[in-house]
């Protein structure tokens, strides 16, 4: 289905930070934009959990010195919601890898990412171990996938060895509660909770 220009507006992920869609004005209020076609680029950022893990990403981009962040890994990508938003928050030095185990999602990634130039966003098809070297991620985003997950302690153990010391994992699932969440994510003791949104959970991997 393809939705007619008129149902989406300009949204605010933060004050100051603001997705508009390529047809609208850009608000007086934005410092930060990001440019969008959504027939395009699916995943706009309008859905209240996107929204809050962008407002997540954004407080991440405003905290980290471009050194701390060189690497992050979308684990679960879907058709590509986060693509875009993440690329114009780490710029052109950060790497985003985009993992999903379906190659039309990847396809996806890889036309957006064409279309608007993306050279440091790479794709990794798989269903569980991402294949990456040990500690080479500073953060990934595990949004909307952990319920589904086949081998969810697999994939919390591959993550943890890609992450490097100190990295962080960005967890939100609206199919799960919040103790729930937390106490799986946390059993094994290799993530520390260490703050949470109103729909994002972030955990610090433990040594
Ligand atoms: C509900 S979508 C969430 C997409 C995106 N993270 C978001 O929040 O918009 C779940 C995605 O996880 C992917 N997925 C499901 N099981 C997976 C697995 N074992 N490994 C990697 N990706 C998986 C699906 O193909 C789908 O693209």
Not at 34 to 55: K, S
Not at 71 to 82: A, K
Not at 183 to 202: M, N
Request: net charge positive; with cysteine; aromatic share 8%.
């Amino acid at each position: 289905m393809r939705l007619t220009q008129s149902q989406f507006e300009p949204v605010a992920i933060t004050p100051t930070f603001w997705i508009v869609p390529s047809w609208h004005e850009v608000p007086a209020s934005a410092r930060q934009v990001i440019r969008l076609d959504p027939g395009l680029a699916f995943g706009t950022g309008t859905h209240p959990t996107t929204r809050m893990c962008l407002r997540w990403l954004a407080t991440q981009h405003t905290q980290a010195q471009p050194a701390d962040l060189n690497r992050v890994l979308d684990y679960g990508c879907g058709s590509g919601g986060y693509l875009l938003p993440l690329a114009r928050l780490v710029g052109g030095y950060a790497e985003i890898i985009a993992l999903d185990v379906h190659p039309l999602a990847l396809r996806r990634i890889r036309r957006i990412a064409a279309a608007h130039g993306l050279a440091n966003a790479k794709t990794i098809q798989s269903d569980c171990a991402t294949g990456l070297p040990n500690g080479c991620i500073d953060v990934v985003l595990l949004y909307d996938v952990f319920h589904g997950l086949a081998e969810p302690e697999a994939v919390l153990k591959d993550l943890h060895r890609v992450l490097r010391p100190g990295g962080i994992l960005s967890f939100s699932d609206h199919y799960m509660r919040e103790r729930d969440i937390l106490a799986r994510v946390s059993a094994s003791g290799r993530f520390r909770h260490v703050a949470r949104g109103r729909k994002t959970y972030t955990f610090a991997r433990e040594d």
